[in-house]
T-cell receptor
Framework: NAGVTQTPKFQVLKTGQSMTLQCAQD?????MYWYRQDPGMGLRLIYY???????DKGEVPNGYNVSRLNKREFSLRLESAAPSQTSVYFC????????????FGEGSRLTVL | GENVEQHPSTLSVQEGDSAVIKCTYS??????FPWYKQELGKRPQLIID?????GEKKDQRIAVTLNKTAKHFSLHITETQPEDSAVYFC??????????????FGKGTKLSVKP
């Protein structure tokens, strides 16, 4: 039982490059989330998926796209990376939505030069 | 929208002392208030939560209190130990922002427990 697994753990991009962060959970949770964490800013929600086939914008969706591939997998795509997207990204899942425990992945540290 | 403010941003205590972290929120519709602990380089993990129909909740050395009228909630850690050193985040749910609403996090408190 791995919980929430996200890849890659580290990535360096040049401005304008694209990449996809992958996330998978094995807890049969309906809801999945992508957060970014910046120093002194806490955790901010980028996008979430309440269930397979649905996605919603969070607080800071600009510059990102997501895909809920199936119940297990939720990916985050940066189409044209910008230095402002340098951050640590966390994927999370929940059985009961935002009013229940969020289980986080280990995080992906992204640097955009 | 919802705004969550967390104080202090850093807190240093001696081992065995108590630590208190306070958060305020702006949206009276918020009804769920979790606390997450994040050790250095690790993922955030839920340590305790409280819902709006409850005023206090305890779990061993950790307790959370909620004052709905004043819109603030606090985390209390008693008999602190070095392994309590971490960044603690409060959060408040809001029903606005998409089908599930949103969970707004405070900016975090770095707690250092000195042996």
């Amino acid at each position: 039982n791995a919980g929430v697994t996200q890849t890659p753990k580290f990535q360096v991009l040049k401005t304008g490059q694209s990449m996809t962060l992958q996330c998978a959970q094995d807890m049969n949770h309906n809801s999945m989330y992508w957060y970014r964490q910046d120093p002194g800013m806490g955790l901010r929600l980028i996008y979430y998926s309440a269930s397979e086939g649905t996605t919603d914008k969070g607080e800071v969706p600009n510059g990102y796209n997501v895909s809920r591939l199936n119940k297990r997998e939720f990916s985050l795509r940066l189409e044209s990376a910008a230095p402002s997207q340098t951050s640590v990204y966390f994927c999370a899942s929940s059985a009961t939505g935002i009013t229940g425990e969020l289980f986080f992945g280990e995080g992906s540290r992204l640097t955009v030069l | 929208g919802e705004n969550v403010e967390q104080h202090p941003s850093t807190l240093s205590v001696q081992e065995g002392d108590s630590a208190v972290i306070k958060c305020t929120y702006s949206d009276s519709a918020s009804n769920y208030f979790p606390w997450y602990k994040q050790e250095l380089g690790k993922r955030p993990q839920l340590i305790i939560d409280i819902r709006s129909n409850v005023g206090e909740k305890k779990d061993q050395r950790i307790a959370v209190t909620l004052n709905k009228t004043a819109k603030h909630f606090s985390l209390h850690i008693t008999e602190t130990q070095p392994e309590d050193s971490a960044v603690y985040f409060c959060a408040a749910s809001t029903p606005y922002g998409g089908s599930q609403g949103n969970l707004i996090f405070g900016k975090g408190t770095k707690l250092s427990v000195k042996p």
